[in-house]
């Protein structure tokens, strides 16, 4: 007769345990679909706020952006907070180079005459919403001879850093400038401000150089009537030793460039010959043209310098209401350059930063 099993029947436990488990599984699961929701949520909420900070936002800041910046030229713009610096980026040599300006600087601000360089910005704020940045671009563009493209300025009233930090930013931001929209004024649009980042990102820490004007000996300290001390700049010996805004496409294609004044304004000629020989420019002849022109005109081939030129000097956006030049008027010039340009009424109206109507 065949012995009963001692163990006698299987215990339950094992099988319990095994629901238990599966009942904690799918907990685990659950609990993990919810937090991966929640998440979802949280990203897609940081995802809006950046879209309305990058896309929005910025935008609203960009209103006075008129050219398309051409990454093909020397970018030159504007870092204001603290301290205020020109930053020139060039993009063939991988080169940056910054120029910290005193904000003690007295300089020219186009009609609103001298002024200390720190209060431009609450100056042109004053006269017209917007007018802040342009004032300082353009009274910075006149005392370097330079053309500026644009303008980064700290507005976190929260915190604060000076021109060094926010370049040091551009440098270092992994995904551009993003975390930086929220805090500063451009009249770069984002697609522009994100490449400028991650082109200056890529230049060895080498070659960033920064320029102290006082090295130079272009600081002369004096004072108002008042005592206030402040330094001004020749902008002749600015010329004399700063090289560092030559452009080398200007300077490689050597384009023979013609300068006409077309208004009845004196010496508008002489400006445009500064600034275009600070970049490196070819100019063979200025003179006055024989009628005047409410908007300016680049003629030529299609060179880069063309190109570039164009984008400085013609400030007409819509092609209806630009002056034109008829061929025979062009030949009666005799003008051997290969490049002409003709200055109107709106190129001094820039330079000297009359404020919209």
């Known amino acids: 007769m065949p012995k009963k099993s001692a163990r006698g029947p299987k215990p339950l436990h094992g099988w319990r345990q095994k ?20 998440a979802l949520i949280l990203i897609s909420g940081q995802i809006i706020r950046i879209f309305n900070t990058v896309f929005i936002d910025s935008w609203k800041l960009s209103s006075d952006h008129t050219k398309s910046l051409n990454f093909k030229f020397n970018t030159n713009f504007i870092l204001s907070s603290d301290s205020i610096s020109l930053v020139s980026f060039n993009i063939k040599e991988k080169k940056v180079t910054q120029i910290r300006i005193p904000p003690e600087t007295y300089l020219q601000a186009g009609q609103f005459g001298r002024w200390q360089i720190r209060s431009l910005y609450s100056l042109g704020e004053s006269t017209q919403s ?45 995904f551009g400038c993003l975390g930086l929209f929220a805090h500063i004024e451009t009249n770069f649009t984002p697609w522009e401000l994100n490449r400028l980042c991650w082109e200056i990102s890529g230049v060895r820490f080498d070659k960033v150089v920064n320029i102290d004007l006082d090295d130079f000996n272009l600081l002369d300290q004096t004072k108002l009537p008042d005592g206030t001390g402040i330094f001004t700049i020749d902008p002749i010996k600015v010329d004399s030793v700063i090289d560092q805004f030559v452009d080398p496409t200007l300077r490689g294609e050597n384009i023979s460039i013609a300068i006409f004044n077309a208004t009845q304004y004196p010496s508008l000629a002489q400006h445009a010959r500064r600034m275009i020989a600070n970049l490196g420019g070819n100019v063979i002849f200025i003179g006055n043209f024989n009628k005047e022109l409410k908007t300016s ?19 007409c956006e819509k092609t209806k209401d630009c002056d034109k030049i008829e061929p025979k008027e062009l030949a009666a010039l005799f ?15 820039k330079i000297q930063i009359q404020p919209k109507n």
């Open 130 to 174: 917007g007018l802040g940045q342009l004032l300082l671009r353009e009274s910075i563009s006149t005392l370097f001879g330079v053309p500026i493209d644009g303008f980064i300025g700290w507005n976190d009233e929260s915190s604060t850093k000076d021109s060094d930090q926010i370049l040091s930013d551009m440098r270092q931001k992994i």
């Open 335 to 349: 003008s051997r350059a290969e490049v002409n340009i003709f200055l109107g009424e709106d190129y001094y109206q």
């Open 297 to 315: 005109l680049v003629m030529g081939d299609n060179s880069e310098t063309y190109k570039y030129l164009k984008q400085i000097f013609v400030l």
């Open 19 to 38: 629901q238990s488990r599966t009942k904690l599984n799918n907990k685990v699961k659950l609990g993990f679909i919810i937090l991966t929701f929640l």
